[in-house]
């Protein structure tokens, strides 16, 4: 079992960074793909999970996506 200061000492070197909100940058100087190529990304990497769990990507309209609305004050 870790002690708290072998946990504090792990976490020192977490690539945190601090930023006053409404300060933050629009893009994140460590990535150097543009969004474009990260959305292609998450996409490839959406096909692979479907496929390696044995299912085909579901096919419907927006209009027949699960879900369900919650409205504030309801």
Known sequence: MS???ER?????GWPIRKVA????????????????????LVWTLT????AFGGLEIPQ???SEMPGRIIRPGS
Request: no cysteine; proline share 3%; aromatic share 8%.
């Open 8 to 12: 504090r000492r792990r976490r020192m």
């Open 60 to 62: 419907y309209r927006r």
């Open 21 to 40: 909100l409404g300060e933050e940058e629009l893009a994140d100087p460590r990535i150097s793909e543009d969004v474009d190529a990260r959305i292609a």
């Open 3 to 5: 002690t708290f200061e």
């Open 47 to 50: 096909r692979q999970q479907w």
